[in-house]
């Protein structure tokens, strides 16, 4: 007893030991709790940052809060905040970057409608965030538009979007992931103005740390990002556990639906399947830099990314940071097949068998990056390389341009080599300032399969564009007069006039249009794709310059050289023409342009006036649209953004503004949501059957129909609900009036059926008492009768158990066979032949077995039946009904007819119609024959054709109706 107490006690010693021994340090979060910070919760919740030791406090973003401030002073150990390389400047000598998670940066401002570029918010009421004014992609964006603190209204952010919604702010910092679904279910007009768009790239979820601290502790740095690592990894494959995480331990500010919304946008910044979770991409800040410099807002010597990123040791610019399955690919890949344009220098070309040009040192690059040999396939021509792109004889092309056609076979990395598009014309031609317009009046060549062909036959239709075989055929059509001009890329026109047109051809224009290369890579291999990818963005631009500039650089001679002073001179002579005769048209345009601003005044006015009436036709609009039976509802990622006041009606609810905004699945059962799922990702658009869940539980039968759309450049489902519950009652009473008329019927047949059989258990039991009475019975008579009465009893019972089926109202799918039910529903009107004089027929009787329902069917063969036994009360001679079942490819068709005469072709068509009836009033109903229509066209999705049929019978010529049957055989 002893020993199991100081077991215990040492257990527990164990335990409280272990957790005191955790390291407690703190992580300061830019927000508040929400699915942005899932991977930190995850990693805390899942005890993966308790593996490594470490006791974390996630510390919820609070008013007042400096968080650059904080971390310095040494209150936080990590702090995340999104950022700008611009401002991070500023701390470049005392913060780390550690780790990086939203590949993009989620911040953006949300703007009334009529605010369309930085320059509208001068003025304006502005609600943000005192720290992303400071320290983030906004601060940028504000500096790059030169827009001063005191040139707008800085309101502090309240968290929330209702302030937007409500209009008492013009702008508001959002994030993707988070306000912007409370924007869209509140179904106001909004514009979006996104940094990135004007080339700000920021990054989201970036985690800091002090020099100090990655100098001294290193090894906490790194554990606190794998452990951080697992648990964005867990949180992205577990989104609604951590949602209920958040929900339920942290925070109820944000709703369930938009918490699960957020986590769903969140997979789009972090892109998992492209960069590894965590992981700082050098090359992107890089990207970034560059666009700062370029727009002169840091100088080029300001910022050195490698004292901002913090090195783990392993980020050396050399190597790729790849996934497992990317690894597992490249060992297994023994070559990748390229194929290039034989004939395009200076980007490449094939020379004695090798690939030579800028592209071959870039591929060197990349072949040696990924650890892949890069195998050449020979072709003669570009449209022949093209050939076996689609052919999939090469996995790559070395430099291609994506256009539509070419992305049905190809996916196409980030482009790694840009340069303009010129035209080249004969020397005496004079410069060109808008080559666009050329294509339409001269003869122009282009390489025939080139990008650029397809792209500029698109964008001018009236074009007089002629395809050529290569550059050099091109150019030689140019030289001899037969083409006007050349349209190519700047490096291989400028290196070929270099080679073999020098004094004859000059560039005489540039295009609007940049070639942007890329790697082209099969569309079918998405793992080769995402390696190249990353191999493209990690080289630098110093290295691209080098090579660049090894093929399309200019030599100067020494000496002075005469000929060239004369050509100069003779050159500034024209220019100085030129420039007096563009001074000539500039003066008669500014008088051409005040005649046009005189009509663009009209013309704003006349815009007016029409915006007027536009408004006024969307009302007119939404009157219509509120009018109509049906409801239409819009939906955005299942969930609902716009309908009409007939679909808040017909679900119950007091206005539409309480259907705005809740999920599809709110209004209707899972069944049907999993069919409507499909039927949006099929795009599928024909009517169909379906449930609907009112406000208060009712289940109601509907029509639904959906297509999907592009409005306001968002993809929507709409969705039109016409709700049929009244008809289907309607119809289930027709079903209940047949089935009961039926049953009329069946209990004349059980009368006729039994008649005969208890006739015979009477006699047999009489004479055996007759028999004893007169004592001439002996024992083997009795059981001899016995044995008859026993089994005509039998065949009652199974009589019995025939009719029980027939009146069961349960209606499920089972699997019988066609042949049999039939067989079975002679046996329930085996009387009624008999007593009629009937014969029945079987022409053919294929066995075939299908899933449907066999009651439904029993009881729309008994009403064929019964039509055809009223129609042969009229005949005199022999009575027929003829069976024929059969089996095609895809159908049963079971055909019954009769040899009564046929149906009059003025009642054909109104014979399937309810309460259609040729007899008196007492003796039918008229919904028999409509009920068999339903039953199989409607329940077993089957067609049913009534016609008057001619034909033979044992050398007799016979005319009456037939009943045509088809069913599906699935």
């Not at 092309?397 to 992305?407: E, G, I, K, V, Y």
């Not at 290569?470 to 006039?497: D, R, S």
Request: one cysteine or more; hydrophobic letters at 35%; aromatic letters at 10%.
């Amino acid at each position: 007893m002893i020993k199991k107490l100081l077991l215990f006690f040492l257990c527990v010693q164990s335990l409280i030991s272990s957790e005191t021994n955790l390291e407690k340090i703190s992580v300061q979060l830019n927000w508040k709790y929400q699915f942005e910070y899932a991977g930190f919760i995850a990693a805390k919740e899942e005890g993966f940052y308790k593996e490594v030791g470490l006791d974390v406090e996630i510390k919820e973003f609070k008013d007042g809060i400096d968080i650059v401030k904080d971390l310095m002073s040494g209150q936080s150990t990590f702090s995340i905040y999104d950022f700008s390389l611009l401002n991070l400047e500023k701390g470049k000598d005392s913060l780390k970057l550690i780790a990086n998670y939203f590949k993009r940066s989620a911040l953006v401002l949300v703007t009334k409608q009529d605010i369309v570029t930085p320059f509208d918010l001068k003025g304006k009421r502005i609600m943000a965030e005192k720290n992303e004014m400071e320290v983030s992609t906004l601060n940028t964006l504000f500096k790059k538009f030169n827009i001063k603190n005191n040139e707008y209204n800085f309101i502090q952010h309240s968290y929330s979007a209702k302030e937007f919604i409500e209009g008492n702010i013009d702008a508001m910092s959002a994030y993707l992931s988070n306000e912007l679904y409370y924007i869209r279910k509140s179904n106001i007009p909004y514009n979006i103005i996104d940094p990135q768009t004007y080339g700000i790239y920021g990054s989201g979820v970036n985690v800091f740390t002090t020099l100090e601290t990655t100098k001294q502790r290193p090894d906490l740095v790194k554990k606190f990002v794998e452990a951080t690592n697992r648990g964005w990894e867990y949180a992205l494959k577990h989104k609604d556990e951590i949602v209920d995480v958040i929900y339920n331990k942290y925070s109820k500010r944000k709703e369930k639906a938009a918490l699960s919304f957020e986590a769903k946008q969140i997979d789009k910044l972090i892109m998992p399947t492209i960069y590894k979770i965590g992981e700082v991409n050098k090359q992107l800040l890089k990207r970034n830099l560059n666009e700062l410099i370029s727009d002169g807002l840091i100088k080029n010597n300001d910022v050195n990314i490698d004292d901002i990123v913090f090195d783990f040791g392993q980020n050396k610019d050399s190597v790729l940071s790849l996934s497992s399955k990317q690894k597992e690919y490249i060992a297994n890949k023994r070559v990748i097949n390229m194929c290039i344009d034989p004939n395009w220098m200076p980007y490449e070309k094939i020379q004695n068998g090798k690939h030579i040009g800028m592209t071959s040192e870039f591929m060197s690059i990349i072949s040696e990056k990924i650890g892949i040999p890069i195998k050449l396939i020979p072709t003669k021509t570009w449209k022949e390389s093209m050939e076996f792109a689609k052919q999939r004889k090469c996995d790559i092309f070395s430099l291609a341009l994506a256009t539509p056609s070419r992305l049905k076979y190809m996916n196409f990395t980030t482009p790694y080599v840009s340069f303009p598009l010129v035209i080249a014309t004969n020397t005496n031609e004079l410069f060109i300032s808008e080559p666009s317009k050329i294509i339409k009046k001269e003869n122009v060549g282009i390489v025939e399969g080139y990008a650029i062909n397809e792209l500029l036959r698109s964008a001018y239709p009236e074009n007089k564009i002629v395809d050529v075989e290569n550059i050099e055929e091109g150019l030689k059509k140019v030289a001899k007069g037969e083409l006007f001009g050349f349209v190519g890329a700047l490096p291989t026109v400028a290196y070929n006039l270099q080679h073999r047109y020098i004094g004859e051809l000059k560039i005489s224009g540039k295009f609007d249009y940049n070639s942007d290369l890329s790697i082209g890579v099969r569309n079918d291999d998405s793992t080769l794709f995402e390696i190249l990818q990353k191999a493209v963005a990690s080289i630098d631009e110093k290295t691209k310059q080098e090579i660049i500039n090894n093929y399309i650089s200019i030599k100067v001679e020494s000496g002075f050289d005469y000929e060239l002073f004369y050509q100069m001179g003779l050159l500034l002579l024209i220019i100085g023409i030129f420039l007096f005769y563009r001074h000539l048209q500039v003066t008669k345009h500014n008088k051409v342009l005040k005649k046009q601003q005189k009509k663009l005044n009209k013309s704003n006015t006349e815009l007016i006036e029409t915006k007027k009436k536009l408004e006024n036709s969307i009302k007119d609009f939404e009157v219509m649209i509120n009018s109509v039976h049906e409801a239409i509802f819009i939906f955005e990622d299942d969930i609902c953004i716009d309908s009409n006041e007939v679909a808040h009606k017909m679900f119950g609810y007091d206005s539409k503004k309480d259907i705005i905004g809740k999920h599809i699945r709110t209004f209707v059962p899972i069944e049907t949501y999993k069919v409507i799922a499909k039927n949006r990702t099929s795009n599928y658009y024909k009517s169909y059957e379906a449930k609907g869940i009112k406000r208060d539980g009712t289940i109601i039968d509907v029509i639904a129909k959906g297509t999907n759309a592009i409005i306001n450049s968002k993809s929507v489902r709409i969705s039109v609900v016409v709700d049929i519950s009244e008809t289907k009652q309607k119809e289930q009473l027709l079903f209940q009036q047949s089935k009961m008329a039926a049953m009329g019927q069946m209990l004349e047949n059980i009368a006729h059926q039994w008649r005969q059989p208890l006739s015979l258990i009477s006699s047999l039991a009489t004479g055996i008492e007759l028999k004893r009475d007169l004592g001439i019975s002996t024992l083997e008579d009795e059981l001899k009768d016995l044995s008859r009465i026993n089994e005509t009893s039998q065949h009652l019972s199974e009589t019995i158990e025939d009719f029980r089926n027939f009146f069961k109202t349960d209606k499920k799918k089972i699997d019988f066979s066609i042949l049999k039910a039939v067989e079975k529903n002679i046996s329930l009107i085996e009387g009624m032949l008999k007593t009629n004089s009937i014969e029945l027929v079987f022409l053919n009787k294929e066995d075939i077995t299908i899933n449907s329902y066999e009651n439904e069917f029993t009881q729309a063969l008994i009403n064929i039946f019964y039509n055809a036994k009223d129609a042969l009360e009229k005949v005199e001679d022999e009575k027929y009904i003829f069976i024929d079942i059969k089996k095609s490819e895809r159908n049963i068709t079971v055909s019954i007819k009769d040899n009564a005469g046929g149906i009059d072709e003025k009642i054909l068509k109104s014979i399937f119609e309810p309460y259609f009836t040729t007899k008196h009033k007492k003796q039918g109903t008229g919904i028999g024959l409509y009920m068999t229509q339903m039953i199989i066209e409607k329940h077993m999705e089957g067609s049913i054709e009534a016609r008057t049929t001619y034909f033979n019978y044992n050398d007799k010529s016979y005319k009456g109706a037939e009943f045509i049957m088809r069913l599906p055989l699935q």
